[in-house]
Structure formats: structure tokens, C-alpha cells
């Protein structure tokens, strides 16, 4: 079993910063892309930023310039650094990630169960 937990959220008031969490376990051979996703309420879930195995990021254009993903490969676990929030930043941030778990199968796409961030004054 391969399990996500996530970490960071909270209230933060606008401007502020959050650094989001996730940490991948179980039976992992070896994990490709990453990434964080947000569903805000009545919306469709986004895609907010991604890394590649090998290091490259991809940001959604709203998070350009304020969010920072990163991971350490040594503790499965990705980060979203999040810097000069916003209002239209509250969301329910969902971690993804394409992890293999055996030398024989391809990867498949795993996620966390949600962490809920907030920005308000």
C-alpha cells in the first residue's frame, strides 16, 4: 500500500506564506513526477505545480513568481513553498504523485488526502 500524507495548511492572512508537506510511503520501487493540485469550492480541481523526477518544474500561471515546489528524493516527499497569497489562493491543496511499485509495473498516479488553506484577513 502506498499512502500520501500531506501537511502545512492552515489560515494565514493575505500576503502571508505556507509551506505545504507530503510525504509518500509503503511499497515504493521509485517515484517520477509530483505535483500539488488545488479544488476551490465550486471549482474544478487545478493543477498548481509539478516536478519531475529529474528536478524540472512546471507552475500554473497564477503561481509563477510566489510558489515554489521542491522535493527530497531521500524522504519521498515534495513541498510547495507558498509566498504572497492570496485571497483566490484558498483552496483544497491535494498532492499527486506517479510512483512504481515494483521493478515489473508502470507508475500510477496517487493522492493525498487534502490539506485546507485559507487566506483571509
Known amino acids: 500500500q502506498v499512502q500520501l500524507v500531506e501537511s502545512g495548511g492552515g489560515l494565514v492572512q493575505p500576503g502571508g506564506s505556507l509551506r505545504l508537506s507530503c510525504a509518500a510511503s509503503g511499497s515504493i520501487f521509485s517515484i517520477h513526477a509530483m505535483g500539488w493540485y488545488r479544488q476551490a469550492p465550486g471549482n474544478e480541481r487545478e493543477l498548481v505545480a509539478t516536478?519531475?523526477?529529474?528536478?524540472?518544474?512546471n507552475y500554473v500561471d497564477s503561481a509563477k513568481g510566489r510558489f515554489t515546489i521542491s522535493r527530497d528524493n531521500a524522504k519521498n516527499t515534495v513541498y510547495l513553498q507558498m509566498n504572497s497569497l492570496k485571497p483566490e489562493d484558498t483552496a483544497v491543496y491535494y498532492c499527486?504523485?506517479?510512483?512504481?511499485?515494483?521493478?515489473?509495473?508502470?507508475?500510477?498516479?496517487?493522492w493525498g488526502q487534502g490539506t485546507q488553506v485559507t487566506v483571509s484577513s
Open positions: 516536478i519531475a523526477g529529474g528536478g524540472s518544474t
Open positions: 499527486n504523485a506517479d510512483i512504481q511499485i515494483s521493478l515489473w509495473g508502470g507508475p500510477r498516479p496517487y
